[in-house]
């Protein structure tokens, strides 16, 4: 599902012929069995009618059947930092990333990404070394799609997260990205702040590090954010792309 608003631009308001751009509103994706096909749809249209970013304009949902069998994919283990200020946050993101040999540069460059007011629907590419962004299309991003959790996996994870008190929607879905994202050889790490206004808890992820959640990375009302995968300089783009948005998988397995 992607649902979106059209803005008119602000000089062009008065024109004849104002020019419009996109504002993502949502987006969410899954792989359902066909028994759960119609509930999901409810749920998803739900999300993008009532979502805090505002009234979309525009409600995509896209049924597709999937003919492979997905690959299982680990779940990352999860932990949430004590962090007080996006200020703190940033710092503390330095710190871990500069220590799995991320350079400054590229650290500051996915920042710029994150906290820029004009969201993507999709997450960017940053090579590591150079910090230079690759994905073809920057007003897009990359979606990652095609991602799901097998039953027992999401039973244990629900109860682990209603512990935790967490919106478990919000922190499901993202671990499900995060781990898809993380089972990559080409990604070092990503780095997530989410773009809805109300919520502010952020994590940065990777196999190495697991998926470690920041409370507190932006303000509360703001509406930048998004998603970064920093990769190995020498990945071929095409083929991670391929895998993000094409290659099903199921998380599952034991949850630590
Ligand atoms: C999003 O809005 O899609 C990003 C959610 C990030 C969740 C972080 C967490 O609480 O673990
Ligand atoms: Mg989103
Ligand atoms: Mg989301
Ligand atoms: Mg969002």
Redesign the pocket.
């Known amino acids: 599902m992607r649902a979106s608003k059209n803005r008119s631009q602000k000089s062009e308001v008065r024109s004849q012929n104002p020019k419009t751009y996109e504002i993502h509103i949502s987006g969410a994706e899954g792989v359902y069995e066909d028994a759960e096909i119609l509930k999901i749809v409810k749920e998803y249209t739900n999300r993008a009618l009532n979502h805090p970013k505002g009234k979309p304009d525009n409600i995509v949902i896209t049924l597709e059947q999937i003919k492979q069998i997905p690959q299982k994919v680990p779940m990352l283990p999860v932990i949430t930092l004590k962090c007080n200020s996006p200020d703190k946050a940033k710092e503390m993101i330095f710190q871990i990333l500069s220590d799995i040999g991320v350079p400054a540069r590229t650290i500051k460059n996915s920042f710029k990404i994150l906290t820029s007011p004009r969201t993507m629907r999709g997450a960017a590419i940053i090579l590591k070394e150079s910090g230079v962004r690759v994905e073809p299309d920057r007003e897009r991003g990359v979606r990652v799609s095609r991602l799901g959790i097998e039953k027992n996996t999401e039973k244990i994870l629900v109860r682990k997260l209603s512990k935790m008190k967490?919106s478990i929607t919000?922190?499901k879905?993202?671990l499900i990205l995060a781990s898809k994202v993380a089972a990559y050889t080409d990604v070092i790490a990503e780095i997530?702040i989410?773009?809805?206004p109300d919520?502010t808890?952020?994590?940065i992820a990777s196999k190495r590090l697991g998926y470690i959640?920041i409370p507190n990375i932006k303000s509360h009302g703001q509406n930048y954010g998004g998603r970064v995968f920093i990769v190995r300089e020498n990945t071929n783009i095409n083929r991670l792309i391929k895998y993000l948005e094409k290659t099903p998988i199921i998380i599952s397995g034991d949850i630590n």
């Open positions: 967490v919000t922190v879905e993202a997530c989410s773009d809805d919520y808890t952020g994590y959640r």
